[in-house]
T-cell receptor, first 113, second 114 residues
């Protein structure tokens, strides 16, 4: 069956360290993979999109990698800050199903000062 | 710039009552529109999406329905709510066309069915 898996346990890190979140998928062949941030009680906010032919994408302190062989994406936040604390969702663009995304359940990140 | 509105922000409804949630988008034309539901501590479940006026695709069998009476208006409805309909409902839009791109989400409606 098709699955998207993100770290089910919260990730607790110290301010200034690099946070690394994982998104694994099975039985999908996405053309794109996206990462979103969601704060409690709010809608998700788009962060980064990476295409299947791109290995890495960066935006300020954020970096995303996409390994279609491993069926895995890693999301890094360098020099993390308490304000980075949130739930981070990965989402796959499922071309064969038309114009829609399939979301993972998300990983809670807590950055302590 | 584009904005997306959802209302109401919170709603408490008894079992068996009807539901109507509205979503409107400003500043863009012919968007793709989506309704998601998020249960507590869970991921987003796609309920409906629409690529044009009157065009609705349903993703899961349920007692909910959706309509798109105007280009930038998307409505989620139910004739009789169930306890299991409780959750956080999110509307989202993307630029219309084949390339999906990023989705822009509204502020959400917290629905509690009692």
């Amino acid at each position: 069956s098709q699955k998207i898996e993100q770290n089910s346990e919260a990730l607790n890190i110290q301010e200034g360290k690099t946070a690394t979140l994982t998104c694994n998928y099975t039985n999908y062949s996405p053309a794109y993979l996206q990462w979103y941030r969601q704060d409690p009680g709010r809608g998700p906010v788009f962060l980064l999109l990476i295409r299947e032919n791109e290995k890495e994408k960066r935006k300020e302190r954020l970096k995303v990698t996409f390994d279609t062989t491993l069926k895995q994406s890693l999301f890094h936040i360098t020099a993390s800050q308490p304000a980075d604390s949130a739930t981070y969702l990965c989402a796959l663009d499922i071309e064969e199903y038309g114009n829609k995304l399939v979301f993972g359940a998300g990983t809670i990140l807590r950055v302590k000062s | 710039s584009q904005t997306i509105h959802q209302w109401p922000a919170t709603l408490v409804q008894p079992v068996g009552s009807p539901l109507s949630l509205e979503c409107t988008v400003e500043g863009t034309s012919n968007p793709n529109l989506y309704w998601y539901r998020q249960a507590a501590g869970r991921g987003l479940q796609l309920l409906f999406y629409s690529v044009g006026i009157g065009q609705i695709s349903s993703e899961v069998p349920q007692n909910l329905s959706a309509s798109r009476p105007q280009d930038r208006q998307f409505i989620l409805s139910s004739k009789k709510l169930l306890l299991s309909d409780s959750g956080f409902y999110l509307c989202a839009w993307t630029v219309g066309g084949q390339f999906l791109g990023e989705q822009y989400f509204g502020p959400g409606t917290r629905l509690t069915v009692t």
